[in-house]
């Protein structure tokens, strides 16, 4: 009998455990462990800070998943892997051994080189805190957030619509970012979003860089001091610390190295997939659910290769792909490579797809 361990409750994941419910590979022990019950579908959070969604339409029940799948469920959060033992902990003492180990865990929201942002910042992730988060979000007067990309712009635009709606006029919306709005799709999708931006109220700090958090204000390089109530970094994502001290090859941000059979490069019996790992084969690919979306059927096929001495087979990300981000007020800016466009249809089409995704797991 061969265990398989899968470690956390992301995109990639649940592609599989959809698999195993129609697909049982014989002799075969699967293990779910994930830090809560529920994933919490990243794709809806500007529409559940907007209040256009409920927690039930934004998340997945895993432990029922696992049930169907005839997977074992276990919640708690994976502290430390041993790799030479094949065994991880969790960070309840238990200890669970495997022959292969598949990491789909995420990554966190920080950034060390901002003094005071550990200590005070609201962290979105793990995932499963995001409602708690969101409320103290919508409560709080002066809200900052930090960061230039998807995530940045989706907050600041979907907490002043839901702001707006509720009439709350007192307090500021502030945005900081040292770099161009989603500079990597081009400069006319960074104008449209500054354009966007600008129109919708948002405080806006252009080419600053936050480099302290303080109890009450945010000081960027150019000595301004921002108040806050809450803030919040969504400059990009940093690596779980324990994979770092697991022994297992990573890069210099302390992400898993994986090779284009998702599979460690220096341990074959881990694989990884989605924002805990690194591609060799394309370092520089964006963390985002599309990607890890795309990689769960390359990570099913790949464990049931490594249980039955089959070849692997390669997973290659698209060049380009579709992306719509949430505007506020039911709208939505559509970016494909350098193309970006906005309209209500953009985000009719958004809460298609969103709703079809988890609808699929329901």
Known sequence: MKTIILAGGGHSHLSILKKMAS????????????????????????????????????????????????????????????????????????????????????????????????????????????????????????????????????????LQAWKDRQNKKNGLISLIHSNDLLGKNGKRTSQLATSIINKNKIQHYEYERAEEVTEHHVITDKGKRIPYDEVVFLGGGSAPDMLKHSGLAVNKDGFLLVNSSLQSIDNPYVFGAGDCVS?????????NGVHAVRQGPFLWDNLRAALMKTPFVNYSPQKKSMAILSTGNKEALLIYGKIALQGKWAWRLKDRIDRKFIEKYK
């Open 23 to 158: 697909n049982s590979i014989p002799d075969t022990k699967w293990i779910l462990i994930s830090s809560n019950k529920y994933q919490y579908y990243s794709g809806m959070f500007s529409g559940y800070i907007e209040g256009l969604y409920s927690i039930d339409d934004m998340r997945i029940d895993l432990s029922q998943l696992a049930k169907q799948a005839n997977c074992l469920f276990y919640d708690a959060s994976i502290s430390k892997i041993d790799a030479t033992a094949k065994q991880v902990i969790t960070d309840d003492g238990q200890l669970f051994s495997y022959d292969y180990l598949s990491l789909d865990i995420g990554s966190h929201t920080n950034n060390p080189s901002i003094n005071g942002l550990t200590q005070f910042q609201s962290s979105l992730k793990p995932a499963h805190h995001f409602p708690t988060h969101a409320k103290k979000l919508r409560d709080a007067a002066n809200v900052v957030i930090i960061g230039s990309g998807a995530a940045a712009c989706e907050m600041v635009l979907s």
């Open 279 to 287: 591609l060799v084969t394309h370092p520089h690919l964006e963390k």
